[in-house]
């Protein structure tokens, strides 16, 4: 049983990087096939694909916060971790990560984290 859990800081303030980190159990991060994702969920609005990390380590963001965001990992702790940078209020949402088991094609998810909730205010 694959298992993810997001840590980090619940409040950011504005101007500053938003950074988070998913540990991962129960299976590598470096296997193949699978893209370990960040998603978020503003209040009120929809999920919002934020980008993710391949088991060969290569990474794709999303158009729109492509500029702003980086995701990396540390494989000798199974974890993956995002930078948000330069963040406003309106990066405030539930951040989630989840695990894409083809690879990054489609909309698909078959194990996800909890969420944490993210806060940008001063």
């Known amino acids: 049983q694959v298992q993810l859990q997001e840590s980090g800081p619940g409040l950011v303030k504005p101007s500053q990087t938003l950074s988070l980190t998913c540990t991962v159990s129960g299976g590598s991060i470096t296997t193949n096939h699978y893209a370990w994702s960040w998603i978020r969920q503003p209040p009120g609005k929809g999920l919002e694909w934020i980008g993710y990390?391949?088991?060969?380590?290569?990474?794709y963001y999303s158009p729109s916060l492509k500029s702003r965001t980086s995701i990396s990992r540390d494989t000798s702790k199974n974890q993956f971790t995002l930078q948000l940078s330069s963040v406003t209020p309106e990066d405030t949402a539930v951040y989630y990560c989840?695990?894409?088991?083809?690879?990054?094609?489609?909309?698909?998810?078959?194990?996800w984290g909890q969420g944490t909730q993210v806060t940008v205010s001063s």
């Open positions: 989840a695990r894409n088991p083809k690879d990054g094609l489609g909309d698909h998810y078959d194990y």
């Open positions: 990390i391949r088991g060969s380590g290569s990474t």
